[in-house]
C-alpha cells in the first residue's frame, strides 16, 4: 500500500543519507584518503607506463572545469577538448565521490545534503578527471603510434574504450555492489579497491594483446586500416608489462 511504500523511500533516504554522512568523513574530509587516491591515481599511471604529469596544468584545468568559473575561462583547445571528453563519458566524477553521491540520491533528504557535499566532491575528483584525461590522451598516442593513418575521431573512442577499462570508473563496477556501497554495507574503499583490481586486470589483458599481436588485428579492423608491419605495438606492450 502506498503508506508501505512511502515508509521504505523515507528509510531508503534515512540510510543512504547516513552511509553517505560517513563515507563524506571518512573519505571526502579525510586528509589521508586524498592522498591515499592521488598515490593510487599516479600508481595507476606508472603500472601502464605512463607519465602522469604530461600536460599536467591542462589536465588539471579540465578537472577543475567541473565548476562553472572555471570552466569559462579555459582556451579554444581546452575547451574543444573537454567537450570531446564529455561525449565520451570521460568528465565524470571519480569513484569514491560518485559512490558518496549515489548514497545521497535516495531521496530529498539526501539530496539537501548533497547541496553541500557536493562541491566538496568535486574538488575531490580534480585529480581524479585530471589522470584520467592523461591516460586518456596517452591512450590517443599509443593508437597514433601504432596505426598514424587512423582516423582522429575513432581514435580517441578507441582511446575512451581503453581509459574506461584500465582506469577506474564507477559506471564499470558491479550493480549489486553499488547498490550495497550505497547504504554502507560494505567498507567506504571497498568501490574503489574493486576498480583498482578490474583496472590491473585490464591492463595485463592489454599488455599481453600488444605483445601477442591480438591488439594489432582487432585495432586495425576496428579503425578500418592495415595492420602495421613495424614493432611499435610489441615496444608498447613490453613497456606496460614492465610497469606492471
Known amino acids: 500500500n ?3 511504500t512511502l515508509a521504505g523511500r523515507v528509510l531508503k533516504d534515512v540510510f543512504g543519507t547516513a552511509a553517505g554522512l560517513f563515507k563524506v568523513e571518512k573519505v571526502l574530509a579525510s586528509p589521508g584518503a586524498h592522498a591515499n587516491q592521488a598515490y593510487g591515481q599516479v600508481a595507476s ?3 601502464q607506463g605512463i607519465n602522469p604529469f604530461k600536460n599536467f596544468k591542462t589536465n588539471v584545468a579540465i578537472g577543475s572545469s567541473q565548476f562553472g568559473p572555471v570552466a569559462s575561462r579555459l582556451n579554444i583547445d581546452d575547451l574543444k577538448f573537454r567537450t570531446r571528453a564529455i561525449e565520451l563519458g570521460m568528465l565524470q566524477e571519480g569513484v569514491a565521490s560518485s559512490d558518496i553521491h549515489r548514497s545521497f540520491n535516495q531521496g530529498p533528504i539526501g539530496s539537501a545534503v548533497r547541496t553541500v ?7 575531490f575528483s580534480i585529480a581524479d578527471i585530471g589522470y584520467r584525461m592523461r591516460a586518456w590522451d596517452s591512450n590517443m ?3 597514433r603510434k601504432i596505426f598514424p593513418q587512423a582516423d582522429g575521431k575513432m581514435v580517441e573512442e578507441a582511446a575512451a574504450a581503453i581509459t574506461h577499462d584500465t582506469y577506474p570508473n564507477y559506471d564499470k563496477l558491479n550493480k549489486s555492489l553499488r547498490e550495497l556501497s550505497t547504504y554502507g554495507a560494505i567498507g567506504q574503499f571497498a568501490s574503489f579497491k574493486l ?3 578490474r583496472n590491473t586486470y585490464n591492463q595485463a589483458v592489454l599488455a599481453k594483446n600488444l605483445v601477442n599481436g591480438s591488439f594489432v588485428k582487432e585495432m586495425s579492423e576496428q579503425l578500418g586500416v592495415p595492420e602495421p608491419t613495424g614493432n611499435a605495438a ?7 608489462m614492465a610497469g606492471l
Open 2 to 4: 502506498q503508506t508501505t
Open 45 to 47: 599511471l606508472v603500472s
Open 117 to 123: 557535499t557536493g562541491p566538496v566532491g568535486k574538488a
Open 141 to 143: 598516442e599509443m593508437i
Open 195 to 197: 576498480e583498482l583490481m
Open 234 to 240: 610489441l615496444n608498447e606492450g613490453l613497456k606496460r
